[in-house]
């Protein structure tokens, strides 16, 4: 009977999207050896270089994978919230007894490794979001309804930020889109993107500029709904709200955001030109991914990986390796790997017969775009720096052991998605 099982599993598995998996992995495992070559150390299985443990973190991982895809699927849905609860355990232990790496208390040290629970909080809250939306007693579109789910991502992301790793909370954000997909209202989506454009444009411009700008927008605005007394009333009411935002962004940007994390954004506008200092990375990675041209330097060939001139080249900046080395090419190959990944994910996700699975689906593709979107945007000087890794190539096992399982759950779903309603 078990083996009949594992005959099914496999056979109804997705191999496409394992493929593209597995072609990252290598893409991975080659680039972190080429960022961190050493020609005393050329062995691939040296657990003393980041190469050789990252191999280990892949077989790991790989393990993981079919385990995963072997236990039962109803498994993860009837453990999201036991599940989300111990990682939120773990991320508020991880504040008094956790290692501090980077400037962030966010690791746990075990023996030789450390775990960050950042990265598994992703995969922790996918399942209880998806579990929840799911219910057959829930309307997503309630406004009770609508706050649980921020309250389920809300959690992990406040204290992701107590342990001062701004990047992997701001990735908790990636929901609102699952939460759009379940019938969250647009309106939404549309605020947060012109609060997102206000709040650029004050930083770039002065006050009154702004305030003309949404005056003539408001006045062009009237011209296209109906001129009541209602109507008239909101449009004045939310000038008046956008006028009052970017009057109150300097304090925000001033009081609540670090010295750093000012300089970065300032750096990425264009305010500021520190290449020597904050705008280093981003200068030296820009060179890189640059000077790799169209078809790349070739393999171990890279002067700007070889000499280490990029920091942290192996983990948030490892696209700029695949650039230099592998150029044009290579990078649109890595681009395409993802999107072709990312685009079945949604595929599957709509073909699910169970709730939870299409949910957690989205969740999943949520994660991974964010992901791969803030990372190479950041390598190429189009994002602030805020240190998030690109999924199953940058160098860390916490990050590849979650984003595993994150993939693996859900195509263990979907191989019995004609068996589940």
Not at 30 to 59: C, R
Not at 209 to 219: D, F, S
Not at 256 to 265: A, G, Y
Not at 375 to 390: E, S, Y
Request: hydrophobic share 55%.
């Amino acid at each position: 009977m078990r083996e009949q099982r594992t005959i099914n599993v496999f056979g109804n598995l997705d191999w496409l999207s394992v493929l593209l998996y597995l072609a990252l992995l290598v893409i991975g495992l080659v680039n972190i050896y080429a960022a961190n070559y050493d020609a005393e150390h050329t062995a691939l299985f040296d657990l003393t270089q980041k190469h050789g443990k990252q191999l280990m973190w892949t077989g790991v991982s790989l393990v993981i994978a079919i385990f995963v895809l072997l236990i039962d699927a109803r498994f993860f849905a009837n453990f999201s919230y036991p599940i989300y609860i111990m990682v939120i355990i773990s991320l508020v232990a991880v504040l008094f007894f956790g290692k501090e790496i980077g400037g962030s208390r966010s690791w746990f040290q075990i023996g030789g490794f450390a775990l960050q629970p950042a990265e598994f909080a992703k995969f922790a809250t996918s399942l209880a979001i998806a579990r929840f939306l799911s219910s057959i007693s829930i309307h997503p579109n309630s406004l009770k309804n609508r706050f649980f789910s921020v309250v389920f991502m809300g959690i992990p992301l406040l204290l992701i930020l107590a342990q001062n790793d701004t990047g992997s909370a701001l990735v908790f954000l990636a929901f609102i889109i699952v939460l759009y997909r379940e019938g969250l209202s647009g309106n939404i989506l549309v605020f947060g993107i012109i609060t997102a454009i206000i709040f650029l444009m004050t930083l770039l411009f002065e006050k009154l500029i702004i305030i003309g700008v949404l005056g003539a927008v408001t006045i062009l605005m009237m011209f296209f709904i109906q001129r009541n007394t209602r109507n008239v009333a909101a449009m004045i009411g939310l000038f008046i709200l956008a006028a009052g935002f970017s009057y109150s962004v300097d304090y925000g940007f001033n009081n609540f955001l670090e010295p750093h994390q000012q300089t970065r954004i300032n750096v990425l506008l264009g305010k500021d030109t520190d290449v020597q200092g904050a705008g280093y990375n981003v200068n030296q990675s820009k060179i890189a991914i640059g000077s790799g041209g169209f078809s790349g330097k070739g393999f171990l060939k890279g002067t700007q990986t070889k000499y280490n001139f990029v920091p942290e080249q192996s983990t948030d900046f490892i696209f700029c390796t695949v650039g230099e080395e592998w150029g044009f090419i290579g990078s649109s190959f890595v681009v395409i790997i993802f999107a072709l990944l990312l685009v079945r994910i949604i595929m599957l996700a709509e073909k699910q017969r169970s709730g939870f699975s299409r949910i957690y689906g989205y969740c999943v593709a949520a994660i991974f775009f964010t992901h791969f979107a803030i990372n190479i945007g950041m390598t190429i000087g189009l994002a602030p720096v805020i240190g998030i890794p690109l999924p199953f190539i940058s160098y860390g096992g916490s990050s590849l052991i979650a984003f595993t399982f994150l993939l693996f759950v859900f195509l263990k779903q979907d191989t019995v998605r004609n068996h589940m309603i």
